[in-house]
């Protein structure tokens, strides 16, 4: 009788614990699969924001916050590599970091460093204690007043180059776990499109700048060129008209030559006006009020010497009173003159 109920007790203490290990093991597969479910829509919200994104700043910034939130980590690290130094540097931090101004004016080695095992390895690395890690940099720790304890990180990738490393620190609470790594490999992927997108069109936009200031160079040069021109050209047309009607035989056939090559000068820089303002924008317009009497004066004496040139004769009527319009001079005398 004795052992029958020794039996049952000791079945009924198997049934707890079995009951007990059931529900820390169900506990424990509810949680990891919430933290799953919190992890994928922080993933997916990071992901939107990175690939909406072309400030490398606040991809920079949105990568770390996330990072750190995933991995419930106290910080997380970008580290980027100088292609012309080979030197490692600290570019971002999550946001409120108290050392981040420190830090990322402290280079760290490629050699002889985590990160740059990590970079050169193409190889993540996860430390529960980076104090027995020989590659840890205590340099940065010293210099930042910042612990690091634990450490999981990943090389980020454009293509097949290795630009740099996603680092998350001191994890909270126990050790890293598996899926960590999968949050930070995918966070580290999204961020590096992210950046070469970012970089694409920070390279285009340079680009577009430096078009930009050498067409301005352009019309620069063409409308001073053209003004220069102009003046010494109708002087030229004046004299080379006059030497044709006056002279006889071959100074006349000569003075027929100057005067048809002025010509052509002459058209050569009208098309180099037209040219400038081709192109020209409302905004460009230089507006002003303008005399149409003193307007049309310019225009005569400017194209007084083409006609005597061409055998024709100049009629100037202006307005009488004068007449004032808002608009841009330069372009007024180039319709005039054309």
């Not at 994104?53 to 910034?61: D, F, K, N």
């Amino acid at each position: 009788m004795g052992d029958r109920i020794f039996e049952n007790a000791r079945v009924a203490e198997m049934q707890r614990h079995w009951k007990k290990a059931m529900t820390n093991q169900a506990q424990s597969i509810e949680n990891r699969q919430s933290r799953a479910m919190r992890s994928l829509n922080r993933l997916v919200e990071v992901s939107l924001i990175l690939n909406s994104s072309l400030s490398t700043e606040e991809i920079l910034t949105q990568l770390m916050d996330a990072s750190a939130e995933i991995l419930n980590a106290e910080s997380a690290s970008v580290i980027l590599m100088d292609r012309n130094t080979h030197q490692l540097h600290f570019v971002a931090m999550p946001t409120g970091a108290a050392q981040a101004e420190k830090l990322v004016r402290i280079p760290v080695p490629l050699e002889g460093s985590i990160a740059g095992h990590i970079i050169k390895e193409n190889q993540a690395i996860v430390l529960d204690d980076v104090s027995q890690d020989p590659r840890h940099y205590r340099n940065t720790d010293d210099q930042s007043g910042f612990k690091t304890r634990s450490l999981l990180g990943v090389p980020m990738r454009i293509k097949d180059r290795v630009v740099g490393a996603l680092e998350a620190v001191n994890k909270i609470g126990d050790h890293w776990e598996p899926d960590d790594q999968n949050y930070l490999e995918n966070l580290a992927s999204q961020a590096a499109i992210a950046l070469e997108k970012a970089e694409l069109v920070d390279q285009l936009q340079k680009a577009n700048a430096e078009l930009s200031q050498v067409d301005k160079l352009k019309n620069d040069f063409i409308a001073i060129a053209s003004h220069e021109l102009r003046t010494p050209l109708g002087v030229i047309l004046g004299y080379a008209s006059f030497l044709k009607d006056e002279a006889q035989g071959e100074l006349g056939d000569h003075a027929d030559a100057v005067l048809n090559s002025a010509l052509k000068m002459r058209n050569l820089i009208e098309d180099m006006t037209n040219l400038r303002f081709l192109k020209i924008g409302d905004s460009e317009l230089q507006r002003d009020e303008v005399s149409l009497s003193s307007l049309l004066q310019l225009v005569r004496g400017d194209i007084l010497a083409l006609a005597s040139a061409n055998d024709q004769v100049l009629t100037l009527g202006r307005p009488d009173p004068d007449v004032v319009v808002y608009a841009d001079r330069a372009l007024l005398l180039m319709a005039l003159t054309n």
